[in-house]
Nanobody, 125 residues
């Protein structure tokens, strides 16, 4: 089992920044690829970003490329999502997720084995 806990969400004005954190515990964190997904009210969960187990490959949704950066610190069992130039359409609950094997940075949620409880990000215009 892997337990994931997100933090860092909040309310921010358009153009602002937030940094989400995902703390992992349980099995060896460095064996897992990590992903961030989001779900807005009335919409399906969508892919945001993913990173392979050693950080060598990062994958982003087109809607966040150039604005969001995913990273990880295997020594601290942490994954991060730095979000810059936020837009109102980024408003959603953000979830981190872990998948094994961790050699691909897949954007498909069905490949992720473990999920956090989510953190709310709200962007005002």
């Amino acid at each position: 089992q892997v337990q994931l806990v997100e933090s860092g969400g909040g309310l921010v004005q358009a153009g602002g920044s937030l940094r989400l954190s995902c703390a992992a515990s349980g099995r060896t964190f460095s064996n897992y690829a990590m992903g961030w997904f989001r779900q807005a009210p009335g919409k399906e969960r969508e892919f945001v970003a993913a990173i392979t187990l050693n950080g060598a490959i990062r994958n982003y949704a087109d809607s966040v490329k150039g604005r969001f950066t995913i990273s990880r610190d295997n020594g601290k069992n942490m994954a991060y999502l730095q979000m810059n130039n936020l837009k109102p359409e980024d408003t959603a609950v953000y979830y981190c997720a872990a998948k094994s094997p961790g050699y691909s940075a897949s954007g498909a949620p069905q490949f992720y084995n473990y999920w956090g409880q989510g953190t709310q990000v709200s962007v005002s215009s």
